[in-house]
């Protein structure tokens, strides 16, 4: 297990390893997000009070949970580097800050198209919105404070240390709607007795929730490759490779 961790942290057998597993992401995870979309507009049935605004959901809830997890994955792999030094997990890091900034901005894109019609306007500050946008901030934060500095390993410190600090707004993000009165409505999927959604809309949302999780591995095996490569440029065993 030691020598496999070992591997895993060296750059030549990582940005091997990347590139293998790159397709394997990439495909499904296509394949799952166009299944979803067809079933979530074709078959899905209307909301009885939302009628067919509420098919932003099969884009906005799963893109919002992803801009969660990527930012928890952003933190624990900056932890990792702080505590051990590893300079894979800072390019790791580094590496999820735009997907993760992808997913919250569209989070609260879409967010902001279905408030309109339902709520009468595109934006509240709503404390479930609010924490999002900080989100938002805080990978926007991350990245410019990493272009900031010349210097690689002062870059990746900081921006650590940033990381860290920021993921205290997760659980925030996440428990807003029970801390707080919020317009946003409570959770209707993870729900630990009876999800409050019907089965017929369930399933796809499943679907498109699986197909953005492999999207991630996908984008984060390319970016981390890229990120591998910018860093040992001058590296022996890249210039043998190619």
Same mark, same amino acid.
């Given at each position: ?17 990347? &590139?293998?597993?790159?397709? %394997? ?6 394949? /799952? @997000? #166009? +299944?979803?979309?067809?079933? !979530? ?78 709520? &009468?306007?595109?934006?509240? %500050? ?6 999002? /946008? @900080? #989100? +938002?901030?805080?990978?926007? !934060? ?101």
């Amino acid at each position: 297990m030691w020598l496999w961790l070992h591997k895993l942290g060296s750059p030549p057998h990582a940005y091997r390893l990347l &590139g293998k597993m790159a397709p %394997w992401f990439g495909w499904p995870a296509l394949a /799952l @997000i #166009l +299944l979803a979309t067809w079933w !979530g507009l074709a078959w899905a049935p209307r909301d009885y009070q939302q009628g067919d605004a509420f098919r932003l959901l099969y884009v906005h809830a799963p893109s919002a949970w992803m801009s969660m997890f990527t930012y928890v994955v952003m933190a624990v792999a900056a932890g990792i580097g702080m505590i051990w030094r590893i300079k894979l997990a800072h390019a790791a890091a580094a590496s999820c800050a735009p997907i993760g900034a992808s997913f919250t901005f569209l989070a609260l894109a879409t967010g902001s198209i279905w408030g309109k019609p339902m709520w &009468g306007t595109w934006w509240v %500050w709503d404390a479930r919105l609010t924490s999002e /946008l @900080i #989100l +938002l901030f805080l990978y926007l !934060g991350y990245m410019a404070l990493r272009s900031s500095f010349d210097d690689p390993q002062r870059a990746d410190r900081a921006s650590a240390v940033l990381a860290i600090v920021g993921v205290i707004n997760v659980p925030i993000i996440h428990y807003s709607v029970e801390w707080w009165t919020t317009l946003h409505q409570p959770a209707s999927v993870t729900k630990l007795d009876k999800p409050s959604i019907a089965i017929e809309m369930l399933y796809p949302l499943f679907i498109m929730m699986l197909g953005f999780q492999l999207y991630f591995g996908w984008a984060i095996s390319r970016r981390l490759r890229g990120e591998i490569l910018r860093r040992e440029r001058n590296a022996k065993w890249l210039k043998e490779s190619t």
